[in-house]
C-alpha cells in the first residue's frame, strides 16, 4: 500500500458541484499539504497543516477549505467548483524527525476536470 | 514574492552523458533547497536536499549544487540512462517548511 494515498485518482464534475478530496497517510507525519498543479505553473500550495489543530492557507486558497480530521487525514474541499480550478492536486507529508526530515513524500494525485 | 526558474525547455542529451539542469530563484534566501523527479501522471518523489551551508551534495549518480551568491542551484546526473528521463523539479523551503516549487524541467535521455 502506498505511503500517501489520494481518492479519487480521477473525478469530472460540473460547475457549482461541492467536491472533495481525500488525503490519507501511514507515515505518522505530523506536517500536511495541498498542492496542485498546472502546465507550465509548477506546483502551487493551497493550505498547509502542522498539526491537527493548526491549519493555514496557502498561496492559492480562495475557493478552497480543508479539513485535518485526524493525524493521517487531511482533506481538501472545492465548496462550488468552477471551470478554472481543473488541475492535478497533490497531497504531501512531511516529518519533522528522523532521517527523512525535510523531505517531502507525495501522493500519486487526483486529476480534477470541471466542466 | 518568491520566483523560482527553471529552463522549461526539455533537455535532450545523449546517453552516458551527464545531464545539467539549473534551477535560479529571487527574493528569499532559503534554508534548504530540494530536487524531485516526476514522471507523467505521477507524484514527485524525493531525490536530494542541499542545505544553505552546504556546497555540494552527491547520491550516486546524482550531485547538487547550491550557491547562495549566484541563489542557484545546480542538478546534474552523470552517466546518464534512458531510465533517467523524467521531469525534474526543484523546490525551496521558505517561512518554516513551506515550500516554492519551479515548474520544472523536462530531461530525455537518447539511447
Known amino acids: 500500500d502506498a505511503d500517501v494515498t489520494q481518492t479519487p485518482r480521477n473525478r469530472i464534475t460540473k460547475t457549482g458541484k461541492r467536491i472533495m478530496l481525500e488525503c490519507s497517510q501511514t507515515k505518522g507525519h505530523d506536517r500536511m499539504y495541498w498542492y496542485r498543479q498546472d502546465p507550465g505553473l509548477g506546483l502551487r500550495l493551497i493550505y498547509y497543516s502542522f498539526d491537527v489543530k493548526d491549519i493555514n492557507k496557502g498561496e492559492i486558497s480562495d475557493g478552497y477549505s480543508v479539513s485535518r480530521q485526524a493525524q493521517a487525514k487531511f482533506s481538501l474541499s472545492l465548496e462550488s467548483a468552477i471551470p478554472n480550478q481543473t488541475a492535478l492536486y497533490f497531497c504531501a507529508t512531511m516529518g519533522t524527525r528522523g532521517p527523512n526530515t525535510g523531505e517531502l513524500f507525495f501522493g500519486e494525485g487526483s486529476r480534477l476536470t470541471v466542466l | 514574492s518568491q520566483k523560482i526558474e527553471q529552463n522549461s525547455e526539455a533537455l535532450n542529451i545523449q546517453e552516458g552523458k551527464t545531464a545539467t539542469l539549473t534551477c535560479n530563484y529571487t527574493n528569499y534566501s532559503p534554508a534548504y533547497l530540494q530536487w524531485y523527479r516526476q514522471d507523467p501522471g505521477r507524484g514527485p518523489v524525493f531525490l536530494l536536499l542541499i542545505r544553505e551551508n552546504e556546497k555540494e551534495k552527491r547520491k550516486e549518480r546524482l550531485k547538487v549544487t547550491f550557491d547562495t551568491t549566484l541563489k542557484q542551484s545546480l542538478f546534474h546526473i552523470t552517466a546518464s540512462q534512458p531510465a533517467d528521463s523524467a521531469t525534474y523539479l526543484c523546490?525551496?523551503?521558505?517561512?518554516?517548511?513551506?515550500?516554492?516549487f519551479g515548474s520544472g524541467t523536462k530531461l530525455n535521455v537518447k539511447p
Open positions: 523546490a525551496l523551503e521558505y517561512n518554516f517548511n513551506k515550500f516554492y
